[in-house]
């Protein structure tokens, strides 16, 4: 056994996975520190679930390995599973046994001493709020109930480490703000890796992402260091009244430096009202007063100016549409950032 | 151990509380009683033909009880192979079908560990359905004059239960091999039913490979056990099957983590 002694509780070391000449995840690396939330973002089809289902142990790795609570997954797979909690993509549900009952065959199974069974099942029906429905067969639970007793069963023995394969897939909205409200409150205790392709998922619950493309990790960081980092070129959004758009586009032409991206009617029943965004080399401060005061002594009507940040969307669609080699050096520089 | 009564447990409360297995008891206990006392019946009106033979002075000695128990015990063997593979069609293909497989793989229990709780499971099943038979027969044969040696009957009793758990074994590995109950269901029931009368295959021939279709033949082996006949061969030819089944268990489920998927 080889317990490190860092403070990851997860630590993956150039993981990949192959079968046959598909390659499901490539060379996989990052570190999660204990007890942070690290979002697990990528399309459908990047190597999420491979990743996380060779992290829990039900996969073994063609190559690479990785560290879960000190633990080797290749060498020490009983400890590691022992230290972790799991949900798949489908809750693993017996659907005849009682919520209870299904609890305490989890808990039995994940070796929690028969003394503590008991109170560890209460412990996680309450943290759920499992309470009305604790003798309810689970084929009669709805949806959301499912899913958390999906999650119930992942907590029941107090591991360390959890790991959540898109845990509030398939959920309606009030269910899923319950769901993320549920996992927020386990960080700090546990370490959770959490897998969503619903990028505002993200930004809410995670402290750190990981965003993983075609088997490859496309880019590590917290949520704002991975917007600081791609927010690309200096860009304004404004929105004004004019009488037509190459009166606009006179007065644009006036300011150096400061190219018009795109220009388009706010609405069709008001033609007067123009949507525009602007991007310049130059930071957006020192241009932006001047586009405002050319416009207005032009006699348009200014109704909304402000800076456009790059939202985790757009670095999400830059990174997952992007080709090999931008791809690559895209995640050296999040590397660098994040390290 | 600890993961695989945890299995055990749950999968022996899963046949206790699912209709399948109700239903399956039903048929069993519905059929052996009504099969018992068909057999009850023509052995006391023959042995009535040979009371009132003997009254005129011929003497034939027919020994009802033995009749009886052999008869009947070759009967829930037969009834048992269209049975057992209904007991255990569901042991891993509804886990599969459920995804409950992830759970186990990723819980700190090894593959042998859940398949000797799930063939211990359905196997104490299939001992509390033969209880009943048990009881009503011993207590027939206790009314029988001259008194009958009840070893002849626990001995074919034992066979029953090693045979079954033999099947058992053979049913959880084609039960690993899909995800659909039904097909699981028919397979083990067409792999059985070949093992059960592969002596056909032999024929009148004289060769190894027909000695060796003989011996293997289930069928062969458990009408040694009724009989009486206790052979060591038997009992190993049994625990062997059992064995194997259990290893392309462990196996069959091994294999399931390096499929694609």
Redesign the interface.
Known sequence: MTVSSSNSAIEVEHLSKT??T?TAIRDISFRVNTGEIMGFLGPNGAGKTTSM?IL?????ASEGTARVAGFDINQDS??V??R?G?L?E????????TVE?YLH??A????VSPGDRAAQVDRVIRRCSLEEKRHTLIRKLSKGYKQRVGIA?ALVHDPPVIILDEPTVGLDPKQIIEVRNLIKSLAGEHTIILSTHILPEVSMTCDRVVIINRGQVAAVGTPSELTAQFQGEHQARLQIGAPTATAIREVLQGIPQVQLLSLEPKTAADPQRWQLQLSSSRPVDEWIPEVAKALIQSGMALYEIGRSQASLEEIFLQLTTQEGSEVASASENAEEAAA | MNGMIAIFRKELRGYFTSPIAYVVAAVFWGLAGFFFTNILVRVINYSQQVDLFAQFGQDNTFDAATILSQQFLNLLGTIFLFLLPILTMGSYAEERRRGTMELLATSPVTNLAVALGKWLAVWVFFVTLLLPPLVYQLLVLNSSNPAVDYRLTLMGYVGLALMAGSVMALGLFVSSLTDSTLIAAVATFGLVLLLWVVDAAAGQESNWIAATLRHVSLLQQYSNWVQGIVSSSSLILFLSITVLGLFATVQSVESLRWQQS
């Open positions: 079968y046959g598909f289902r829990a142990g039900f996969l073994p009983m400890a599973r022992q972790i799991y798949p489908n809750p693993p549900l017996y659907t005849e046994m009952g065959f989890v039995q199974l994940k070796r069963q």
